[in-house]
């Protein structure tokens, strides 16, 4: 079984169903002949040729607009944001278009539409290249808002997100795009969209991440049990909506404490709204109020400053501790 990292994970779920599925394209700024700026889309331009593997001008408005066409069509375009940042162009046609086609046709039309955009900071980018918006596109009704953690789930998300009939933002956390190796199966996995899952048992405490958090998140955990022989639960999200409540629900109930670690800003994200779930279903189980340790409701810094902005082991741990010795 090969050892890859997230980039060449989601290659190869790309590559997969590029294979079987002719209706699947690729489309976005350099993803063909240069094979994207990360190099997520690298060999597939000369595997597909530029029919299915498409580059377009720097028009994020028009990538998604003609890949809506494309869905309505009968194709499943897969299109590339460079970055996250420059994704605020494509609002009006996600908003206005891709989001409510299903409800528009009273089910008669669908659009399966991938957007895929590296997100995050971690690797002293330039401005607009660094941004945590799940939440922007998680508060869309009709779009689903996916974010893989390690290489074996994000192959298998992606291949997920593009047989989704439904449009999909697929959030790929760059800091941990070749941060590490996992081994990924060559034989087909698909993840179900709409669930998370338990990467650690616990009975203390409830830890939630997603993303390039996870790592950090799992860091803290294995220091705090080793000090305090405690039992932490951690939970990866992995799809932000529909977000699965019940996995964290059923597990606060029986944890009682839960700390949240999100990359966004503090204000109006993801974490808040577990926590309010958590209070709607088991506040009463609750030995300790719901914590959250995240970014700062500020812009994100340049270079040096930016890892000291942005969640890192130390301040799960602190926040772990403080939730413990309520």
């Known amino acids: 079984m090969a050892k890859l990292n997230i980039v060449q994970a989601i290659n190869l779920g790309l590559d997969q169903e590029m294979a079987k599925d002719d209706s699947v394209v690729v489309l976005g700024e350099d993803v063909g002949v240069d094979g994207g ?26 990538i998604i607009g003609t890949s809506i066409g494309m869905a309505l069509a009968g194709l499943r375009p897969v299109a590339e944001m460079q970055f996250s940042g420059f994704s605020y162009h494509i609002f009006h046609q996600l908003e206005g278009h891709a989001s409510r086609l299903r409800q528009r046709s009273l089910g008669q039309r669908t659009v399966p539409l991938v957007v895929r955009m590296p997100f995050g900071g971690g690797v002293r980018a330039l401005e607009h290249h660094s941004e945590s918006r799940e939440a922007t596109y998680a508060h869309l009704p009709g779009v689903k808002v996916v974010i893989p953690s390690s290489p074996r789930n994000a192959r298998a998300l992606i291949v997920a997100a593009i047989r989704d009939p439904d449009p999909v933002i697929f959030m790929e956390p760059k800091h941990v795009y070749r941060a590490f190796r996992e081994e990924v199966p060559e034989t087909e996995e698909v993840m179900e969209i709409g669930r998370s899952e338990i990467v650690q048992e616990g009975s ?123």
Not at 303 to 324: H, S, V, W, Y
Request: glycine share 6%; net charge negative; charged share 25%.
């Open 37 to 62: 700026v990360f190099r997520v889309t690298d060999g597939l331009h000369a595997k597909y040729g530029e029919e299915r593997v498409i580059d377009t001008p720097l028009a994020e408005s028009g």
């Open 204 to 326: 203390d405490l409830t830890l939630v991440a997603w993303g390039a958090m996870m790592r950090p998140a799992l860091r803290a955990a294995v220091e705090v049990q080793n000090a305090r022989k405690v039992s932490i639960e951690v939970i990866d999200l992995l799809t932000i909506a529909p977000m699965d409540s019940h996995t964290i629900v059923e597990s606060v109930q029986k944890t009682g404490r839960c700390v949240i670690v999100q990359e966004a800003p503090k204000t109006l994200g993801i974490a808040s709204e577990i926590i309010a779930r958590i209070n709607d279903h088991v506040l009463l189980y609750l030995e300790a109020p719901v914590n959250r340790v995240t970014n700062y409701d500020v812009v994100t810094p340049y270079f040096g400053r930016e890892l000291d902005f942005t969640p890192d082991a130390g301040r799960i741990q602190r926040e772990i501790e403080t939730t413990l010795d309520f």
